[in-house]
């Protein structure tokens, strides 16, 4: 069974930074490209990165690109997102992923979610 667990999540302030850290099983970590995930009230859940096993590869969305870095520790089994920059915004819930690579890479929906971590900016 896939589980992933998100943390991190937390009040911070407009152009802050805050990192999301998604642990997943061992079993799951070897296995997956793994990715992140938000949605915000009242909005469809959105794409925001993905990367490979390796790490060699990220995808990301437009709206974050220079802003937030995802990476991964294979050894700790773990990923992250830094987010920087942080904007004035409805507090979206990030969600972890996990799935094979061309899942991520065609922008279909992964196979396995976490339960979602809520990170509201405060004004």
């Known amino acids: 069974q896939v589980q992933l667990e998100e943390s991190g999540g937390g009040l911070v302030q407009i152009g802050d930074s805050l990192r999301l850290s998604c642990a997943a099983s061992?079993?799951?970590?070897?296995?997956?490209?793994m990715g992140w995930f938000r949605q915000a009230p009242g909005k469809e859940r959105e794409f925001v990165a993905a990367?490979?096993?390796?790490?060699?590869?990220?995808y990301y969305a437009d709206s974050v690109k220079g802003r937030f870095t995802i990476s991964r520790d294979n050894t700790k089994n773990r990923m992250y997102l830094q987010m920087n920059s942080l904007r004035p915004e409805k507090p979206p819930v990030y969600y972890c992923?996990?799935?094979?690579?061309?899942?991520?890479?065609?922008?279909?929906?992964?196979?396995?979610w976490g339960r979602g971590t809520k990170s509201p900016v405060s004004s």
């Open positions: 992923t996990a799935a094979r690579e061309e899942i991520y890479a065609r922008g279909s929906n992964p196979n396995h």
């Open positions: 061992r079993r799951t970590f070897s296995s997956y490209a």
């Open positions: 990367i490979t096993w390796s790490g060699e590869t990220t």
